[in-house]
């Protein structure tokens, strides 16, 4: 009994590793380029300034 919960520990070590892996790049994926810098600029728009009121003058 003690070796299969050592072979399954193992197991879920390796099963972490490659869905870690998996998931890094899949969301790094050069075709995924556009849609990361779309999220990347979303603190930067305007549209939270609208939301605070008129305190805050807009660059143009």
Same mark, same amino acid.
């Given at each position: 009994?003690?070796? @299969? $919960?050592?072979?399954?520990?193992?197991? *879920?070590?390796? =099963?972490?590793? @490659? $869905?870690?892996?998996?998931?890094?790049? *899949?969301?790094? =994926?050069?075709?995924?380029?556009?849609?990361?810098?779309?999220?990347?600029?979303?603190?930067?728009?305007?549209?939270?300034?609208?939301?605070?009121?008129?305190?805050?003058?807009?660059?143009?």
């Amino acid at each position: 009994m003690m070796e @299969l $919960l050592a072979v399954l520990k193992q197991l *879920w070590l390796l =099963w972490f590793m @490659l $869905l870690f892996t998996g998931i890094v790049v *899949w969301s790094f =994926w050069p075709a995924r380029k556009g849609s990361l810098q779309a999220h990347a600029l979303i603190p930067l728009r305007d549209e939270a300034a609208d939301a605070f009121g008129a305190g805050f003058e807009r660059k143009r």
